[in-house]
């Protein structure tokens, strides 16, 4: 009842068109609908005729199977508005595209006139089927870029949700330091008037005037370091949350995925690159040892020696593996055949003299040039 | 009158110049030469807008610039008065220049003033005018006639088209009166003549609205350019001007005629559609194209502009979602149904804007981006539609207008829902004031764009208040003082009833007997002791009726009618402008008359009660504004937190001025006088916050007076008033003629000379020139006979 729209406050001859009880016999009632038809009736009709399960609309002249389940109360005051916004809801849950995805603002602008002639043609019951089925179709098609998209709105909604009780949260605190240090200045000048005021009570008449001036003084320069404080506290203050809306800022990504297509609905959506998919580390940089085919690695060699470790239990509980030994010394006894240091060495000279010789290279290639213009 | 200001020549249109003009010139003529914009305050009274004319004009006219005039002003009959003003002086310049100068000076108001169309003219309100004007002179009515349908016309502004598009009213200065005279000889629309003269024009005189309201400023001021003056006079409520100017209020009813006003435009569509699809076809895919802006649409045929929005914005194309008209309409029909869903609150409700836009995209879908260009987006399709009857959807626009500001502005506004009128309501009457808090944004355009913008009132201290509210910086802040021959004016502050017992409107002990009837026999002391009108102040109607029901009880009222009438103000403003009327008839006969009135109503700002119209004027109690009234809560707490206004400052500045502009209607000029009593006792600690010009008249002694003490005052300043005064008296002190000028210029140089040797010969040991010229400073007391005697000892 005190939801933020509060309760409903419609007009006192309001009549249920199923039971005709108006709101004046019965000032606590309320209307419901039901999505299928919009067609309003009062809380005890739907309790009255749907408690029993499925049944037809009571209003004449509407064969609508109505479920209890799905009445609601009513948000908008207009029935075709009321409809509209359910038929946008489901539409704009399919249809979310973002402007980011998009090659340019025109190519926005057409998707979201097509979204609202859509919307459009379900309203108003033209091309209801052929709708559908390209809604159907491109929901079919699109299913991961359309959830990536609800998160992100996710996302966004819930970080908005959260800077606003923030800033909710500062604005009062701010409120109530601004009444504390009025109440501490007001109390502060009442305690330097009562402590002049004794002052003079206590002292001889003469030097009055002076405790007066003096008191006088005091006051202006608390107030004077009072303003200079507060000063400080602002702009560190000020600082502060600067900083913060710096951290704010940056935690909001809109890294997407679109489809590589989309059902052929929406046109001028960006081409975007899926991202390689993340390989595992390779410390070797593609150098993988094993293909050396230098040599095959047998799964076992016979040897006199390592025959009896093989078959030892005692050595294959603590985690000696036979098989990493072969590698390890197969990878020692061929290290180093496959370099030719020779080779590298004269390659590495022809680089350096190569790129001496480049620039003489093009300055006599532009003089040529030169001379042929 | 002519004198040199540096190498400026003034011509003044009186022989006599009061030297507190002579000081705004200069520094008028300072700030012109520099650059920026000024505040200056100057008492009520003293010419000002005479010798902001003045200069203005000489500066046009000596450099070869000519920038142009926007003398902007509050109501219409400060308006009238400028272009007289303005008219005399160009009058006196031709006789002393010898030749009439190439120059144009136009007012602008509204169309109901200026209409001459016999049957239109007829209509009360002005946007009936406005609109019945538009729907005779829109181009598109134009365009039927040519095509041979059967349409009217107005024939005034037919017979503009006639004229050359540049020479429609020939050169001189026309006031509203004048103008509307030519237009009948002529058989021109005036409205039309001033609106399209105005490029051509030395001096342009409207009202603060074209300029700050960014609807109107968009259609009117468009086209001025960059070196334009602007000139705010009366600007005391200048940052009320600009909020209000942003601010919209929306009831339930206005909620029910917008969307009657969109199933109306939903049938013209239709009907449109079947006629001339062409048309909306046309708009269409302008609207693709975002070529919206390269229209060229007669200007004045616009309906609504947009309020102000970036300009890159502006350029930018119309959202896909709105860019087919049924699509907008039924993107308008959602958002006013989502209106009329928050109406039906039992609790008030204030949020930002940003969190009112989520609300609205939570339920309804609509996004930021196309509520942001909803005005431009209706004003297209209005114009498409050609639709005669605009104002049917004035509430429409408003609706529009609301949703283009909401989405515009993150900071600086806030939603006010407000279910019932007032605390006690049991009836509900929602109404959603979007009110905006800073001033500075409306008034933002106008200092950027102009390089010399003057703030000029009779009361703006503090000063330094106006550039912190307005945001920019002032190159000068001045506020003159009043020189006087003798004292015409006696402020006092009243403390203490004759029993000694403290009086004051505070909360606390407003309804308290004893301050009631303390200040009843303020009253009826001051009733009986001063001649002629009284005028009375009081912070709120409420407070002004319980007070006087009070006074009735306790039979004071019984005890001032037998010295005075009684009238009062109220809301209803013919009820009190035929209570004015009343008072002035008994002011001009018999022994006057008392009106009790409010210190934020009509009365108080724009009507002058001069000589024995208002010999007294008594404020009673601080007129502080209603402190509990949520907008004003958000508009504190914001100007606490962006600007460091804190509240108390804030409200008591606003209330100081307020008594300010009140005491200041009883004295318009220097030859009037009156007394002026500030009953409470808050206001001897907010004296320094009075404008200079009152502080400086007010004694030490008269800032704590009790009611006898402060009786016995007035009846020796009133005394004093009524011997004769000679207006020689006033020569060379409080009016100066020419001589008195160029004196004062040599005395300032000799100083300035003087201030410079002595520099010198801190060096130099060069006492001889000091002496020489220390000997002509001396001589201060003089008389019209000896300065020749003196213009020849000038070292010139």
């Known amino acids: 009842m005190a939801s933020k729209n509060g309760i409903d406050r419609r007009d006192e001859d309001e009549v249920c068109p199923v039971c005709k009880s108006s709101r004046y016999l019965n000032p606590n009632m309320r209307f419901l609908i039901n999505p299928e038809c919009y067609h309003k009736m009062c809380e005890s009709c739907v309790d009255r005729i749907f408690s029993s399960g499925p049944s037809s609309c009571p209003v004449a002249g509407c064969r609508k199977t109505l479920r209890k389940a799905r009445f609601r109360a009513q948000t908008f005051e207009d029935i075709g508005v009321e409809r509209e916004v359910d038929i946008r809801r489901r539409v704009m849950h399919i249809l979310n595209r973002r402007e980011e995805e998009f090659d340019s603002k025109r190519a926005y602008d057409d998707f979201l006139e097509q979204r609202e002639e859509m919307i459009a043609n379900l309203v108003h019951r033209t091309d209801v089927a052929k709708t559908e089925a390209q809604l159907q179709k491109y929901a079919s098609v699109n299913i991961q870029s359309i959830r990536a998209n609800q998160a992100i709105e996710e996302q966004e909604a819930s970080s908005f949700a959260a800077r606003m009780t923030q800033e909710q949260e500062e604005a009062r605190l701010r409120r ?182 480049k620039p003489a290279a093009t300055t006599s290639a532009a003089m040529a040039a030169g001379d042929e213009s | ?139 598109f009515v134009k365009e039927k006639k040519e095509r041979g349908e059967e349409v009217d016309l107005c024939v005034y502004h037919e017979n503009l088209d006639l004229l050359e598009p540049h020479n429609l009213v020939p050169p001189g200065v026309f006031t509203l009166d004048g103008l509307l005279r030519y237009g009948e000889e002529h058989k021109q629309c005036p409205y039309f003549s001033a609106r399209r003269m105005m ?22 001021s468009r086209e001025l350019s960059k070196d334009c003056i602007v000139v705010f006079d009366e600007a005391h409520n200048i940052d009320n001007v600009c909020i209000e100017s942003l601010s919209i209020d929306i009831s339930e009813d206005s909620l029910r005629k917008a969307t009657r006003g969109a199933s109306n435009l939903e049938r013209k569509i239709e009907e449109m559609k079947s006629t001339d699809a062409e048309k909306l076809q046309n708009e269409y895919s302008k609207l693709v194209e975002g070529l919206q802006q390269a229209e060229q649409a007669r200007e004045e045929d616009q309906f609504i502009s947009n309020p102000v929005l970036p300009d890159d914005l502006l350029k930018e194309a119309v959202p896909g979602n709105i860019r087919r008209a049924e699509h907008f309409i039924s993107f308008l029909k959602r958002f006013i149904e989502y209106l009329k869903t928050r109406m039906k609150v039992t609790h008030t409700i204030s949020e930002t804007p940003p969190s009112f836009l989520t609300h609205l995209k939570d339920l309804t879908y609509i996004e930021r981006k196309p509520l942001r260009f909803c005005a431009e987006r209706l004003t297209s399709l209005v114009r498409t539609l050609e639709l005669m009857n605009i104002e049917d959807y004035q509430p429409l626009q408003e609706v529009a207008t609301f949703a283009t500001l909401v989405a515009t502005y993150d900071k600086g506004f806030v939603l006010i829902l407000e279910p019932f009128e007032s605390e006690a309501a049991t009836v509900p009457n929602p109404i959603l004031h979007f009110t905006c808090l800073d001033a500075a944004i409306a008034i933002k355009p106008v200092l950027d764009r102009f390089y010399s913008v003057v703030i000029t009132s009779g009361t703006l201290s503090p000063l330094e208040m106006y550039p912190k509210m307005l945001g920019f910086n002032a190159v000068m802040q001045e506020s003159y003082s009043m020189t006087l021959a003798r004292r015409s004016f006696l402020p006092m502050i009243v403390t203490r009833g004759s029993d000694q017992a403290q009086v004051s409107s505070s909360f606390g002990i407003r309804n308290d007997p004893g301050v009631v009837r303390n200040y009843g026999t303020l009253l009826t002391e001051f009733a009986r002791i001063t001649p002629d009108g009284i005028v009375v102040f009081f912070p709120s109607y409420l407070y002004m009726e319980s007070i006087i029901s009070m006074w009735q009880g306790m039979g004071i009222l019984d005890q001032i009618w037998n010295y005075k009438l009684i009238l009062v103000e109220t809301p209803d403003a013919q009820e009190s402008s035929l209570a004015l009327e009343t008072y002035r ?112 008249a007010m004694l030490d002694s008269e800032t704590n007076l009790s009611t006898d003490m402060a009786v016995s005052n007035a009846k020796n300043f009133l005394r004093t008033m009524a011997q004769p005064f000679k207006a020689r008296d006033q020569e060379g002190i409080s009016t100066w003629s020419l001589a008195d000028i160029e004196r004062h210029e040599a005395k300032r140089k000799t100083e300035e000379e003087r201030i410079m040797q002595q520099q010198f010969a801190n060096g130099h040991n060069m006492d001889g020139i000091v002496k020489s010229t220390a000997m002509e400073v001396v001589v201060d007391e003089f008389d019209d006979d000896i300065d020749e005697d003196l213009m020849m000892l000038d070292p010139k």
């Open chain 1, 176 to 357: 109530q330091a601004a009444r504390e240090q009025l109440e501490n200045e007001r109390r502060e000048m009442q305690a330097g008037r009562e402590d002049m005021i004794s002052r003079l009570a206590a002292g001889s008449s003469a030097d009055a005037a002076a405790i007066a001036r003096e008191g006088h003084k005091v006051l202006l320069k608390k107030s004077s370091a009072r303003r200079s404080e507060e000063d400080r506290i602002r702009q560190k203050q000020a600082a502060l949350r600067g900083s913060e809306t710096k951290r704010g800022g940056s935690s909001l990504t809109t890294a997407d995925t679109a489809g590589p297509s989309d059902g052929g609905l929406i046109k001028g959506l960006r081409r975007i690159k899926t991202p390689e998919p993340e390989k595992p580390y390779d410390p070797f940089m593609g150098y993988v040892p094993e293909k050396r085919d230098y040599y095959a690695l047998q799964p076992s060699y016979p040897s006199t020696y390592l025959d009896r470790v093989k078959n030892d239990t005692r050595t294959a509980a603590g985690g000696y593996d036979l098989q990493e030994y072969y590698s390890r010394t197969l990878v020692e006894a061929f290290a180093g055949l496959g370099c030719f240091i020779g080779e590298e060495v004269a390659q590495r000279e022809a680089a350096t003299s190569g790129l001496g010789l």
């Open chain 2, 1 to 139: 009158m002519k004198f040199f200001i540096d190498d400026l020549p003034v011509l003044f249109p009186y022989p006599r110049i009061y030297p507190e003009q002579y000081a705004y010139m200069c520094d008028l003529k300072k700030t012109l030469d520099v650059g920026g914009h000024c505040v200056l305050e100057m008492p009520s009274g003293t010419g000002k807008t005479v010798s902001l004319l003045s200069l203005i004009v000489a500066y046009q006219q000596h450099y070869p610039e000519h920038r142009k005039l926007i003398y902007c002003s509050r109501t219409m009959s400060e308006i009238e008065k400028a272009l007289a003003e303005l008219k005399a002086l160009m009058k006196h310049r031709t006789q002393e220049l010898g030749f009439e100068e190439e120059f144009r000076a136009l007012g602008l108001t509204s169309r109901k003033n200026l209409c001459l169309h016999p049957s239109v003219k007829r209509e009360k309100s002005g946007t009936v005018v406005d609109a019945r004007c538009r729907s005779l002179t829109a181009g």
């Open chain 2, 199 to 220: 490029p051509w024009c030395n001096v342009i005189i409207y009202s603060y609205h074209y300029l700050l309201d960014p609807k109107i400023a968009e259609r009117v």
């Open chain 2, 585 to 696: 008839t008994a002011c001009c006969n018999g022994r006057g008359a008392i009106l009790l009135c409010v210190a934020r109503g009509k009365v108080s700002e724009g009507i002058d009660f001069d000589h024995h119209y208002g010999r007294a004027v008594l404020c009673i109690g601080v007129p502080f504004q209603y402190t509990e009234s949520r907008i004003l809560k958000a508009r504190l707490e914001f100007l606490r937190e962006n600007y460091r206004i804190r509240e108390n400052d804030f409200l008591s500045f606003d209330a100081m001025r307020h008594a300010a502009q009140c005491l200041g209607r009883v004295l318009r000029g220097k030859d009037d006088y009156g007394v002026m009593v500030l009953a409470d006792r808050r206001f001897e600690r907010k004296r320094p916050q009075l404008p200079k010009w009152i502080n400086q």
